[in-house]
Each structure stands twice: as C-alpha cells, then as structure tokens.
C-alpha cells in the first residue's frame, strides 16, 4: 500500500542532543512538509519542500534542519538551538504544484525531552 | 496573509444530534478547502474537499459547501455517533508555486452515547 510512514512513533532526548525523524513515502510525490503539533494548538509549518535539493522555511524554522537528497524522504533534525522540542511531529506530502492540492500525512511522531 | 479560522471547541454533543463546525477563511484568489480529522495520537486524515465556488464535499455523512461571497467552508452532519470524536481541522491551500496548506487550531469534538 502506498502511505508515508514516519519513524519512531515515540522518541526521547536528552538536552542538547539533536534528535532526526525519519519520514518515508511511496506514493511519488514531489511536495513533503513537516508540521509541529502541540497540545491544544493547530498545525505549524516547519519546513517543506517542492522538488528533490530544494527546500523552504516554514513559520517556525529556527532550531531545526532538513535535508530533501532523495524523493522518497525528508528527514527533520531536531537540533539542541531548539529550546522546547517536546511536540507531536507531523510528516505530510502532495503531488506537488502539478497536482491536486490536498496533502496525505504521516501517523507522527511524539518527541519528549527527558 | 493567508488565515483559516475555526469555531473553538469542545464541541460536546449527543449520539443521534446534528453537528456544525464552523469554519471561516481569509484569503486572496481561489484556494481549495478541506476538513481533515485526527483520531487521538494518529496522524491527519482528509474528510473531504472542495476546490471551487459552490463545490459541496462529502464523505462518510459529512458534508460541507465552499461559499465564496460568506468566504466559510462549514462542516456539517445530520446524526454523529460516537465514534466520530475526534479532533478537525480546516485548512485551505492555493496549489500552484505556494503549494502548502494552511490550518486551523482544530475543533474537538466529544460524542456522548
């Protein structure tokens, strides 16, 4: 079956690790997000990205890195410049500009500072 | 800039009531709108949608109608069951070069058998 699938499902980190979610997808498409969710609140954009090597700030960028080397994945560093990581992270993709707008999501992963 | 704004929850109803979630958008041009539902520690999946003036999505006994002139995408269900607690979000995007969807802050919506 064609998804995104998002990896771990729980992490952990220790203060001023950095910390990378891995996110995969099969369903060819060119456009992957990464959304930061916290209790209570709405979707943030972090970061995105509409073609393999090219990828944009989102709302709240700071302390975070991505990489787009391959188009089935777009992995998300959390780094130790972020000062409060605990969130539920949320991968997504669309087909991109060519395609049809909505975006198909990832189960998430839920990051802890211990 | 681009906004989505959503009535604030909890939304507390019972099995069997009829169900409006409001949904308003400010925006330039044409986006396209979707109600997307978040079942507890799972991801985003999309309800339904409407990419023009008029459009009405549907999906599972949901609905909603793209007004363009009252610039709302509400949702709406005659009956809810108790399995549709959940978390939902609005969100518009415009595709093309921006490409990225834009979000509401989620209603919760809590069925009582």
Redesign the interface.
Known sequence: DGG?T?SPKYLFRKEGQNVTLSCEQNLNHD?M?W?RQDPG???R?IY?S?IVNDFQK?DIAEGYSVSREKKESFPLTVTSAQKNPTAFY?C?S?P??RG?????????T?LTVV | GNSVTQMEGPVTLSEEAFLTINCTYTATGYPSLFWYVQYPGEGLQLLLKATKADDKGSNKGFEATYRKETTSFHLEKGSVQVSDSAVYFCALNYGGATNKLIFGTGTLLAVQP
């Open positions: 995104i998002q456009a997000y959304y609140q709405g979707l954009l995105y509409q989102g949320l997504a669309n991109g500009i049809n707008t909505e975006a198909f999501f990832g189960q998430g839920r």
